[in-house]
T-cell receptor, first 110, second 111 residues
Framework: DAGVTQSPTHLIKTRGQQVTLRCSPISGHKSVSWYQQVLGQGPQFIFQYYEKEERGRGNFPDRFSARQFPNYSSELNVNALLLGDSALYLC?????????FGNGTRLTVT | DAKTTQPPSMDCAEGRAANLPCNHSTISGNEYVYWYRQIHSQGPQYIIHGLKNNETNEMASLIITEDRKSSTLILPHATLRDTAVYYCIVRVVDYGQNFVFGPGTRLSVLP
């Protein structure tokens, strides 16, 4: 069975640009969440979506937004990129618990 | 969610059991103990979780003390591929996905 898939795997952007990251959950999983992992730290929760509605938000600025589609896939958008946004962005899905993570998108902001 | 404390790093000889401790002295009665690991450049991988009884699956065993204030993840026969950062997390079982990851324990399995 396919796990959580994310695209692209790597991305390089310039400060001030906007980026969209994509996630397809495990088949049958209706809830997805996004995490940011800065080098050397554990993942940090950004958003959770369930049935297309936001169910949780972490301590991130409004430059970060997300949405979930009818097929339960999800996009994470980050506007006005800063150097500090360089990180591994992880998507996870679940039916209830536990979370199942994809391998992430490595975003580098120059 | 309760806070956890783990040693920053541990070594283990290949083929031996790896015992990774976690302290969660403020755990609530309805909070489970979860373990994840993250191999370099990959997403976190779920290992096991439990409430108060010891749990075992194909990957590992989870031993939770009777007072639930600490737990140990046991990898019975560590291999080089078990080298990773191991995260212990406590939280309730609900539909929320806001898991709080600490810095974890970096396990190095040595040949």
């Amino acid at each position: 069975d396919a796990g959580v898939t994310q695209s692209p795997t790597h991305l390089i952007k310039t400060r001030g640009q906007q980026v969209t990251l994509r996630c397809s959950p495990i088949s049958g999983h209706k809830s997805v969440s996004w995490y940011q992992q800065v080098l050397g730290q554990g993942p940090q929760f950004i958003f959770q979506y369930y049935e297309k509605e936001e169910r949780g938000r972490g301590n991130f600025p409004d430059r970060f937004s997300a949405r979930q589609f009818p097929n339960y896939s999800s996009e994470l958008n980050v506007n006005a990129l800063l150097l500090g946004d360089s990180a591994l962005y992880l998507c996870a899905s679940s039916l209830n618990s536990p979370l199942h993570f994809g391998n992430g998108t490595r975003l580098t902001v120059t | 969610d309760a806070k956890t404390t783990q040693p920053p790093s541990m070594d283990c000889a290949e083929g031996r059991a790896a015992n990774l401790p976690c302290n969660h002295s403020t755990i609530s009665g309805n909070e489970y103990v979860y373990w994840y690991r993250q191999i370099h450049s990959q997403g976190p991988q779920y290992i096991i979780h439990g409430l108060k009884n010891n749990e075992t699956n194909e990957m590992a065993s989870l031993i939770i003390t009777e007072d639930r204030k600490s737990s140990t993840l046991i990898l019975p026969h560590a291999t080089l591929r078990d080298t990773a950062v191991y995260y212990c997390i406590v939280r309730v079982v609900d539909y929320g996905q806001n898991f709080v990851f600490g810095p974890g324990t970096r396990l190095s399995v040595l040949p």
